[in-house]
């Protein structure tokens, strides 16, 4: 079991910049961690993953180019750093954590254990 927890959201203008952070309960070494996205009306979508090591993140098309994933395993955090924000970014945005996936993380929503309890970013125009 591991507890997730979110933070760093919050109302921001298109072009801007947001990090996210997602602090754990115990750590996360054998952990893959995701970043997962749901805005009204839609289903949760993958964002960003990164397996335990960092050295294998995937990125949703939407997101490359303008979002990074990182995690510090010293912290048992891992962040999303989101840049050249646009409206269609407007979500709910959740970290997970799936303990089969840490050497090859998946993309799908399904395949993690664990979730926080997400932050909601709003990209105003």
């Known amino acids: 079991q591991v507890q997730l927890a979110e933070s760093g959201g919050g109302l921001v203008q298109a072009g801007g910049s947001l990090r996210l952070s997602c602090a754990a309960s115990?750590?996360?070494?054998?952990?893959?961690m995701g970043w997962f996205r749901q805005a009204p009306g839609k289903e949760r979508e993958f964002v960003a993953v990164?397996?335990?090591?960092?050295?294998?993140?995937y990125y949703a098309d939407f997101a490359k180019g303008r979002f990074t994933i990182a995690r510090d395993n010293a912290k048992n955090t891992a962040y999303l750093q989101m840049n050249s924000l646009v409206p269609e970014d407007t979500a709910v945005y959740s970290c997970?954590?799936?303990?089969?996936?840490?050497?090859?993380?998946?993309?799908?929503?399904?395949?993690?254990?664990?979730w926080g309890q997400g932050t909601q970013v709003t990209v105003s125009s």
């Open positions: 997970a954590a799936d303990p089969r996936g840490w050497l090859v993380p998946s993309t799908e929503v399904e395949k993690y254990n664990y």
């Open positions: 990164i397996n335990w090591s960092g050295g294998r993140t």
């Open positions: 115990r750590r996360t070494t054998r952990d893959a």
